[in-house]
């Protein structure tokens, strides 16, 4: 079969030709975001040192931007319900600040017990969230936001009345 991009002959309909690929993924949404976590087109280390599939899903949703978050959450609004990312306040907090990523994982006081139990990936000049989710060992990512969500979700049952 000939690949429409590139006529290089392909062994099945599933592989797809590489520079489709990286030209689909520059032109993608968000990839601004991404692209400083995952320059090269290869498999993220995470995905073969992170055995457990719960941890790895954490992983990828949260590099991927699909965890609930209200940066996440404001854009799945219809058009007209939308508000812009910047203005997509934390509601657990009087920062003012938008609840995204950088906020969740650096900022957001509540999860400053969570943080001194992982001072090991908070250690050293002021990370960048590429530099948090690269640098350090995935299992130990993985921990820290497993533990950082459930006590978001615990804030959000309190918040609405529910118990978990």
Not at 26 to 51: D, H
Request: one cysteine or more; glycine letters at 6%; hydrophobic letters at 35%.
């Amino acid at each position: 079969m000939m690949c429409s991009h590139c006529a290089c002959k392909q062994g099945s309909v599933s592989v797809r030709c590489l520079p489709f690929k990286k030209k689909r993924r520059i032109n993608a949404k968000g990839i601004a975001r991404y692209q400083p976590l995952q320059p090269e087109y290869v498999l993220a280390p995470y995905l073969s040192t992170v055995k457990g599939f719960k941890s790895r899903k954490l992983i990828s949703r949260f590099r991927c931007g699909c965890h609930g978050l209200h940066v996440d959450t404001g854009r799945l609004l219809p058009l007209t319900q939308q508000v812009p990312r910047e203005q997509r306040h934390c509601v657990f907090c009087a920062s003012g600040l938008a609840e995204d990523e950088h906020h969740f994982v650096f900022d957001w006081p509540a999860y400053c017990a969570i943080r001194s139990r992982f001072t090991n990936i908070f250690w050293g000049p002021a990370p960048t969230l590429s530099s948090f989710l690269t640098l350090h060992d995935p299992k130990v990512i993985a921990r820290f936001l497993r533990e950082c969500f459930e006590h978001r979700n615990t804030l959000v049952a309190a918040q609405s009345g529910h118990t978990l």
